[in-house]
Every structure is written in C-alpha cells, then in structure tokens.
C-alpha cells in the first residue's frame, strides 16, 4: 500500500530543500512508494528567500502547499509563542483536516510540535547528529562536534515525541571526522575553542562548514533510506514504538554502508 506522507518544513535552507527534492526524485522514479498529500510550512511568501524557492518546488511539482505564519501568530500574541503554543497547532490541524497522511515527516521545521499535533499523527524528525550526539540545531551541534574534537558523527532519524527532542530513534548512518578531508581542518583549528573559532571566523570557518556539508550530503539519503523502510512495512511505528513488519520490537537500524555507498555513487 502506497505510504500516504505529510511533510512539514519551514523551507529555510539548503537542507531542507535538499531533503524534499530526493524524496520527490524517489517517487518520481518509484524507487519510492510513497504519495506526498501535502507540504506544511510555517512561513509564508515573502518571509525569506529560502522559503521562496522552496515554495516554488512544492508548487512546480503540483503539491499542495499550506502556510501559517508562526511570525505573524508570535508578534499578535506580544511575542509569546510558548504561551500559544497548543493554539497555533490546534489552526494548523484545522487547515490539514482534508488530509489524512499515514507518517509525517519534519525536515527543516523550526518550531516544536504541542501535545496538540503530536498526539493527532505519527511524526519523523531528522536531527544531524548521532543517537548519542549532541542535541539542538545543526549551528550548536557543530560547533559542540569541535569542542569535543569528535571523531566521528553522523545524522539520526527519531520518533516525535511531546518531550523535545527526546523521541527514540529510527535510524541513523554515521561518517567520520578524520581522514584526508578533516585532518587539515582540525590542524588549523589547533587547540582553539569554538567560542574562539566563532569569534575568529563564525559559521565561515572551514571545519564548522565541512561538517556541515558532509552531513548535508547523507542527511536526504538516509532520510529517503527510511522512509522506504517504512513504503516497504520493514519498520512502522505501533503504539509509540518502533517494530517491525511482524509487529515485534525494533532496534534503530544503522543504515551507514547503504547511505555512504549511495553518497559515494553520487
């Protein structure tokens, strides 16, 4: 049975625009079995130029495209978003009740899910570390990957949960800090701190942006990888938990040798 998906995104980078573009190739060639019902953003036209273009690919493929500004709701709400929370996402499941996707997935989406939205569906979120690795957006990661002068990271896909960033994870695929590409990266850094690199050169310095390019390279694969797990009933999520096609518990499954022979090939 085709996988019914519903995908939310704030569209503001080059990963998040990345990640939906694979998964739209994929199903344009059937490698992935999957119907997309809908693209959710909370940013509207004109917010960003980010957004825009990413705008324009949902609406070039003929995808419906809903919006609601989650800066226009903090500024009518004296910039309490916390506060509102639940209400925001209560008029966001009102504008996805003609819609009833079976997964919905969270690449790129700026803002925490309320009980309201999480207890309504199933919800996938990518976060680019590992399962072990350091939490928060991909900016803080980094540069905490540089303070603990890491050997390795990776990126995770994990389960929603109403605890942030708390929700057991799905899948991963991990790729090293050394070798060839990071060994001068690390000499120039020195013994530096990340407060000191930030200072010295900010989010241009060219370790901070080797990680993250190496992760913008395997993040939409090892997303894609998993949501086939799931077009193809090998993973699904039954009461909360991860099981597999016999309904049994699953492990996150480590899908490195398949992400990395694909980045590879490409």
Same mark, same amino acid.
């Given at each position: 049975?085709?996988?019914?998906?519903?995908?939310?995104?704030?569209? @503001?980078?080059?990963?998040?625009?990345?990640?939906? =573009?694979?998964?739209?190739?994929?199903?344009?060639?059937?490698? %992935?079995?999957?119907?997309?019902?809908?693209?959710?953003?909370?940013?509207? *036209?004109?917010?960003?130029?980010?957004?825009?273009? $990413?705008?324009?690919?949902?609406?070039?493929?003929?995808?419906?495209? !809903?919006?609601?500004?989650? /800066?226009?709701? @903090?500024?009518?709400?004296?910039?309490?978003?916390?506060?509102?929370?639940?209400?925001?996402?209560?008029?966001?499941?009102?504008?996805?009740?003609?819609?009833?996707?079976?997964?919905?997935?969270?690449?790129?989406?700026?803002?925490? %899910?309320?009980?309201?939205?999480?207890?309504?569906?199933?919800?996938?979120?990518?976060?680019?570390?590992?399962?072990?690795?350091?939490?928060?957006?991909?900016?803080?990661?980094?540069?905490? %990957?540089?303070? /603990?002068?890491?050997? =390795?990271?990776?990126?995770?896909? $994990?389960?929603?949960?109403?605890?942030?960033?708390?929700?057991?994870?799905?899948?991963?695929?991990?790729?090293?800090? /050394?070798?060839?590409?990071?060994?001068?990266?690390?000499?120039?850094?020195?013994?530096?701190?990340?407060?000191?690199? *930030?200072?010295?050169?900010?989010?241009?310095?060219?370790?901070?942006?080797?990680?993250?390019?190496?992760?913008?390279?395997? =993040?939409?694969?090892? !997303?894609?990888?998993?949501?086939?797990? $799931?077009?193809?009933?090998?993973?699904?999520?039954?009461?909360?938990?991860?099981?597999?096609?016999?309904? *049994?518990?699953?492990?996150?499954?480590? %899908?490195?040798?398949?992400?990395?022979?694909?980045?590879?090939?490409?």
């Amino acid at each position: 049975m085709t996988l019914q998906l519903g995908w939310f995104s704030t569209g @503001r980078g080059q990963g998040s625009r990345g990640m939906l =573009e694979r998964a739209l190739q994929a199903i344009d060639t059937g490698e %992935l079995d999957a119907r997309l019902q809908f693209v959710f953003s909370n940013w509207e *036209r004109g917010e960003g130029e980010g957004s825009d273009r $990413f705008f324009d690919l949902v609406e070039s493929r003929g995808v419906p495209l !809903l919006t609601y500004s989650s /800066r226009k709701f @903090r500024r009518a709400h004296d910039g309490d978003f916390g506060a509102h929370r639940a209400e925001y996402d209560a008029h966001v499941l009102g504008l996805l009740s003609p819609y009833s996707p079976g997964l919905c997935v969270l690449a790129g989406y700026l803002l925490v %899910l309320s009980p309201v939205l999480c207890q309504a569906g199933t919800f996938i979120n990518m976060h680019p570390a590992l399962p072990d690795g350091p939490k928060g957006l991909w900016q803080s990661v980094n540069w905490e %990957l540089i303070d /603990r002068r890491a050997p =390795e990271t990776g990126a995770m896909v $994990f389960l929603v949960i109403e605890a942030v960033d708390e929700g057991p994870p799905i899948a991963y695929a991990r790729f090293p800090l /050394r070798g060839p590409r990071f060994d001068p990266l690390w000499a120039r850094a020195g013994v530096e701190s990340s407060m000191a690199l *930030r200072e010295l050169r900010g989010e241009e310095d060219s370790l901070f942006q080797a990680i993250r390019q190496e992760g913008l390279r395997r =993040e939409p694969v090892l !997303l894609l990888e998993t949501l086939k797990a $799931f077009a193809k009933n090998e993973l699904r999520i039954d009461g909360g938990r991860l099981v597999d096609a016999q309904g *049994r518990p699953a492990s996150p499954r480590d %899908l490195t040798p398949r992400v990395e022979a694909i980045v590879a090939a490409h």
